[in-house]
Each structure stands twice: as C-alpha cells, then as structure tokens.
C-alpha cells in the first residue's frame, strides 16, 4: 500500500491535473485498497481515475475499459449489483471497440459478467455471457481459471434448472481444470468437488 500511495503522492505533486498517467496511478492505488477490502477508499480512487479518463481521453480509451471493469468488480463485492453490470457490459462494449472479437480479456470479463447476473440470479442472462466467453475460451485458453470459473457457473445453473447430464459435465470439466491449476487444497478445487458430489447425489436419486 505504501508504495502504491507514494507513486500517486507524486505524480499528485508533479504532472498535470487531467493527466491521464495520473489516473493509471489512481487506478493502481485503488486496486491495493480494494485487494485490502478498504472498499470506500479504493471507490473514491477509482472514480477519480474514471473522472480523468471520461473526460480527457476518446470514449472508446482502453483505460476506460480498465477502470470500468475495477469498478465493477467494486460495485459487485459492496452487492450493488445492477451498477456492477452496467459498470462490465460498458467496459465490455469499449473492449470490443479495440481488441479483436476472439481476445481472452473480452472472453474473461464476459465470464465476470456472467458470474455477477449468476449472483443476482439472472439465470437466463448468466448462460448468455457465460457462453460467450467460455467460447472464446476453450479456443484461446483452454486451461484458464476463467475457464474453470465459468464451467462452474454453468453447472450451477443447470443443476438448479434440473439438467443434471450437462451440469455434471461442465463441474466435472470445472473440477479437472482447477486440480491442474491450484493446489490440491485449495478453495476453489473444494468448492468443484462439493458441485460434482452434490450432482451426483441427485442423479444417484432419481
């Protein structure tokens, strides 16, 4: 944190008030808040970085994209989630303006946003951009924890839908790929084989 905050202490004191290099050094310090959870702090920071970008660099800026995309990550973890997903889908629109349709980053903030509409339990929306990034993904970055992110999702959803074939699938796929990724405790492959166990359970059921 100190180091993060010394760097916007100075460019603060030495470059231009609109300059967009201080907005990345707004950005940068907010996302060391927003990683310690100092949510209030880290917002006022990544707004700031968004006042500069809105108004000094072209509409369809990369960093506006960047900081769209921090903020909405923000918004979703204070559960404002409808601003969460207007934050993601603007972020998402000005990616797709300047990275090519197959990009592994749309492909990931697609999966983010599905997993935000998963939250509000949006269903229908989630499995939209839920499988509009895991296209993307299993063609570009087949191994990716986005990947395994959002196979989780998806299976999710289709145990709660009642399509259990399916959803076994996808947690079964979801749980591969996070042994390959993580270690062998970590939450996330734990959180895969108690959605494949609770499948199977109900398949064993019926």
Same mark, same amino acid.
């Given at each position: 944190?100190?180091?993060?905050?010394?760097?916007?202490?100075?460019?603060?004191?030495?470059?231009?008030?609109?300059?967009?290099?201080?907005?990345?050094?707004?950005?940068?310090?907010?996302?060391?808040?927003?990683?310690?959870?100092?949510? !209030? $702090? *880290?917002?006022? /920071?990544?707004?700031?970085?968004?006042? +500069?970008?809105?108004?000094? &660099? #072209?509409?369809?800026?990369?960093?506006?994209?960047?900081?769209?995309?921090?903020?909405?990550?923000l918004y979703n973890d204070i559960e404002q989630n !409808? $601003? *969460?997903?207007? /934050?993601?889908?603007?972020?998402?629109? +000005?990616?797709?303006?300047? &990275? #090519?349709?197959?990009?592994?980053?749309?492909?990931?903030?697609?999966?983010?946003?599905?997993?935000?509409?998963?939250?509000?339990?949006?269903? !229908?929306? *989630?499995?939209?951009?839920?499988?509009?990034?895991?296209? +993307?993904?299993?063609?570009? &970055? #087949?191994?990716?924890?986005?990947?395994?992110?959002?196979?989780?999702?998806?299976?999710?959803?289709?145990?709660?839908?009642?399509?259990?074939?399916?959803?076994?699938?996808?947690?079964?796929?979801?749980?591969?790929?996070?042994?390959?990724?993580? &270690?062998?405790?970590?939450?996330?492959?734990?959180?895969?084989?108690?959605?494949?166990?609770?499948?199977?359970?109900?398949?064993?059921?019926?």
């Amino acid at each position: 944190m100190p180091l993060a905050m010394k760097a916007l202490d100075l460019a603060s004191s030495s470059l231009p008030s609109k300059d967009p290099k201080l907005g990345w050094c707004f950005n940068e310090a907010a996302e060391c808040h927003h990683q310690s959870r100092s949510f !209030d $702090k *880290a917002l006022g /920071l990544y707004e700031s970085a968004a006042d +500069i970008f809105r108004h000094h &660099l #072209p509409k369809e800026s990369i960093s506006l994209s960047t900081v769209n995309h921090h903020l909405a990550l923000l918004y979703n973890d204070i559960e404002q989630n !409808d $601003k *969460a997903v207007e /934050l993601m889908t603007e972020s998402i629109k +000005i990616s797709k303006q300047n &990275l #090519p349709e197959n990009h592994h980053e749309i492909a990931e903030s697609l999966v983010t946003l599905g997993g935000i509409l998963f939250y509000k339990n949006d269903f !229908d929306e *989630a499995v939209v951009h839920l499988e509009s990034g895991l296209s +993307i993904l299993r063609e570009e &970055l #087949p191994s990716s924890p986005f990947t395994a992110t959002g196979l989780y999702y998806l299976a999710f959803i289709e145990m709660e839908r009642n399509q259990l074939v399916e959803a076994q699938r996808h947690a079964t796929q979801c749980l591969r790929l996070r042994q390959e990724i993580f &270690l062998k405790d970590d939450n996330a492959i734990i959180c895969a084989q108690e959605l494949v166990h609770e499948i199977e359970h109900t398949l064993a059921t019926l």
